[in-house]
């Protein structure tokens, strides 16, 4: 059972949508406007996105940018309308993970959503984890370095889960804003700073000379545990 948000603007097309996952035993959420969409994708962790291109308020194509933009990977199926070669094509650079053109049948879009999460689903990692000379339970929210307590916040847990989660990928300063402090992701960048800066004083062997916590230059950072 999969969590899937359907971002179709046409009633009779969402319900179709709808009716289908559900027989299939998804769970779907329903966006029908680019706004409501990138509110219901920030809000709640979904498997896939199914996103039509024309939409009210905002195009699909821009709900994808922002996303992307925003650190958020969740996988993305863009819905196009015959003939709209140069959005597919947009909407793949963007970050989509595929596009199937209307009309279509349900069965095809079913067998594409499943291959899309075939090839993005990823393992994530334990509740207990290693890295240099420090130790994690983020289930317990202990932590040791060299076999003594470590002092850590819950929200430097949730900082470390994140970059965990993402790990030797880049992150932005925004995506972490975002998904660890839930604020706008245009503001206050700085106190992400801050706590990076923290965290290494307490986890790197050399705070200075960070081995894990590494920055990239004008993005943000890359964990390499």
């Given amino acids: 059972m999969s969590k899937i948000l359907v971002v179709e603007d046409d009633p009779?097309?969402?319900v179709a949508l709808r009716d289908g996952f559900e027989f299939e035993k998804h769970v779907v959420a329903m966006a029908a406007d680019g706004e409501e969409a990138l509110r219901a994708a920030r809000a709640l962790d979904h498997d896939v996105i199914i996103l039509d291109v024309m939409l009210p308020k905002k195009s699909g194509l821009d709900v994808c940018r922002e996303l992307r933009k925003s650190g958020n990977n969740t996988p993305i199926i863009m819905l196009t309308a015959r003939g709209q070669e140069v959005d597919k094509v947009v909407g793949l650079k963007l970050?989509?993970?595929?596009?199937?053109?209307?009309p279509f049948s349900f069965m095809?879009?079913?067998?594409?959503?499943?291959a899309v999460m075939r090839r993005t689903r990823r393992e994530l990692p334990p509740d207990e984890v290693a890295f240099g000379h420090v130790k994690l339970d983020f289930r317990k929210y202990?932590?040791?370095?060299?076999?003594?307590?470590l002092d850590l916040t819950q929200r430097e847990f949730r900082i470390l889960r994140y970059f965990f989660d993402h790990a030797n990928a880049v992150v932005t300063r925004e995506a972490l804003l975002h998904h660890v402090w839930g604020y706008d992701p245009a503001a206050l960048t700085r106190t992400v700073d801050t706590h990076v800066a923290r965290l290494r004083q307490k986890i790197e062997t050399t705070p200075g000379e960070p081995q894990h916590l590494l920055t990239v230059h004008r993005v943000g950072y890359r964990f390499v545990p």
Avoid: H
């Fill in 142 to 149: 202990q932590a040791t370095k060299r076999g003594e307590p």
């Fill in 108 to 114: 095809e879009l079913l067998a594409r959503l499943e």
């Fill in 12 to 14: 009779a097309m969402s």
């Fill in 95 to 102: 970050g989509a993970d595929d596009y199937i053109t209307k």
